[in-house]
């Protein structure tokens, strides 16, 4: 775990970031803080804003009030790409992969897709040799170099999360938003990704949001806990998983796996 200093520079800070659905506050004054280089957990009960709080982050949703500052500049109400240009990238919570596409096929498109929003089908050219290195090297960092080309379709879960891993490492963001990066894993699955988020951790910010608390356990520096759209509790992972609101309100009924 990365060693972090009070004055290390701050990745995200959000000030009484809020988000009304219909009079429902989904997101109700949260001021978080990410320090830069950190791994910072999300955690709270189903419903408790988590996404809606990364779709904010990411500029998918527009806050109804509060500031988003990302490497201490102003994104507040910008649209997702633009967020992404300032080197923010996430993953989503439900799989959104093209079964018939190779893991190699997804990751060229994402590299193409750096300079503009989404993927361009459009653009057909081949890959340069560069180009291509740099592909098998995000599929050998997934571990999915030995299976690049068969359809993604016949790719086992587990492999399927770590290929949308490598499509989000391929916009080399500085900042990373994981979402439910182990939901629906086996429990040797939840352990490689543990590895493989550690590793690609190297180097950059990660706000993951996960239920299992073995892996905020083995990943997080600090935790923060969200109730109802607020901050219930905040800390490192130890502090915070013996407070006794936190017990209440969610520890009690999560995975202590
Ligand atoms: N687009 C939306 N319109 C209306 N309500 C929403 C919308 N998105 C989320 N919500 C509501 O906001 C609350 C928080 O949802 P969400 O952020 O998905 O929680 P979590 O990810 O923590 O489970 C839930 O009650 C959910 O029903
Ligand atoms: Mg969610």
């Not at 949703?61 to 500031?67: M, R, V």
């Not at 893991?103 to 081949?126: D, I």
């Not at 086992?156 to 290929?163: E, H, V």
Request: hydrophobic residues 45%.
């Amino acid at each position: 775990m990365l060693a972090v200093t009070a004055d290390a520079r701050v990745a995200v800070r959000t000030r009484a970031l809020t988000k009304v659905f219909r009079g429902f506050r989904a997101v109700d004054a949260v001021d978080l803080e990410v320090r830069e280089g950190s791994v910072h957990a999300l955690v709270g009960p189903n419903g408790a804003g988590k996404t809606t709080l990364f779709n904010l982050l990411t500029g998918f949703l527009t806050p109804t009030s509060g500031t988003i500052l990302v490497f201490d500049e102003d994104v507040t109400g910008q649209p997702p790409e633009r967020v992404a240009r300032r080197g923010v990238a996430r993953s989503f919570q439900i799989t959104s992969l093209f079964e018939t596409l190779t893991s190699r096929e997804h990751v060229e498109l994402a590299l193409q897709g750096l300079t503009s929003q989404g993927f361009r089908f459009w653009r057909s050219e081949k890959l340069l040799g560069r180009d291509r290195a740099r592909v098998e090297d995000l599929l050998e960092q997934v571990g999915l170099l030995r299976l690049a080309d068969k359809p993604v379709g016949l790719l086992a879960y587990g492999q399927k999360r770590a290929l949308e891993l490598s499509l989000v490492l391929a916009l080399e963001p500085r900042l990373m938003l994981l979402d439910e990066p182990t939901a629906g894993m086996g429990i040797e699955d939840v352990d490689r990704t543990i590895e493989l988020i550690r590793r690609i951790a190297a180097g950059r910010t990660v706000v993951l949001v996960d239920h299992n608390m073995r892996v905020v356990g083995s990943l997080a520096d600090r935790v923060t806990v969200l109730q109802q759209g607020r901050i219930l509790a905040e800390g490192p992972y130890d502090e915070v998983r013996n407070d006794e609101r936190v017990i209440t309100a969610y520890l009690g009924e999560a995975d202590h796996a």
